[in-house]
């Protein structure tokens, strides 16, 4: 891909230098008609090359950018699919508040969950705990009041799997 890349440019700039040397698009445009059967097989044969490496570098990096990333996260972790959807809900709703890196909020209400979850509590059980607890009973500390179960059932723990696994990293 990367070599696509680099071969496209170079072909190009040779493609500028040809026409520059010939005096300019005027004098290329005149010397085209006057020139031989190569020298006009040449010139098609150039502009195919780069309307194909037109079309194929950008194919290219398409195709290896359309790989499924979802699953990853801040600082190299893989998250689970519960823990995508967690994702999901916490950006749709607790990024207004809450600060996380993760899904690069910066929230002014809440408390920083990196610091607050991923700091201060050392293991992932306890980091869900407090989260799935904080859904479920509201906050009223701070400069904002965290409403009651924003998410019940399997959206709160979703929301929390995720907030434990990423808070901190």
């Known amino acids: 891909?990367?070599?696509?890349?680099?071969?496209?440019?170079?072909?190009?700039?040779?493609?500028?230098?040809?026409?520059?040397m010939r005096g300019g698009p005027r004098a290329?445009?005149?010397?085209?008609?006057?020139?031989?059967?190569?020298?006009?097989?040449?010139?098609?044969?150039?502009?195919?090359?780069?309307?194909?490496?037109?079309?194929?570098?950008?194919?290219?990096?398409?195709a290896h950018n359309g790989e499924h990333k979802a699953s990853s996260a801040v600082g190299g972790l893989h998250l689970n699919a519960e823990e995508v959807k967690g994702r999901?809900?916490?950006?749709?709703?607790?990024?207004?508040?809450?600060?996380?890196?993760?899904?690069k909020s910066v929230g002014r209400t809440g408390p920083d969950l990196d610091v607050r979850v991923g700091d201060d509590i050392s293991t992932p059980a306890g980091r869900k705990a407090l989260v799935e607890n904080a859904i479920a009973e509201?906050?009223?500390?701070?400069?904002?009041?965290?409403?009651?179960?924003?998410?019940?059932?399997?959206e709160a723990e979703e929301v929390a799997s995720f907030v434990a696994a990423v808070a901190g990293h």
């Not at 891909?1 to 520059?20: E, K």
């Not at 008609?33 to 098609?44: F, P």
């Not at 194909?52 to 950008?58: A, W």
């Not at 509201?138 to 399997?154: D, H, I, S, T």
């Open 28 to 62: 290329a445009r005149e010397s085209l008609h006057t020139d031989s059967k190569l020298g006009q097989r040449a010139v098609t044969l150039g502009i195919v090359l780069l309307f194909v490496f037109g079309l194929l570098v950008p194919a290219l990096v398409l």
């Open 88 to 103: 999901e809900l916490f950006s749709h709703t607790c990024t207004v508040c809450h600060t996380l890196a993760a899904v």
């Open 1 to 20: 891909m990367v070599l696509g890349f680099i071969l496209f440019w170079v072909v190009l700039g040779l493609a500028v230098f040809f026409v520059a």
């Open 138 to 154: 509201g906050r009223a500390r701070g400069n904002g009041n965290m409403p009651a179960q924003l998410y019940q059932g399997k």
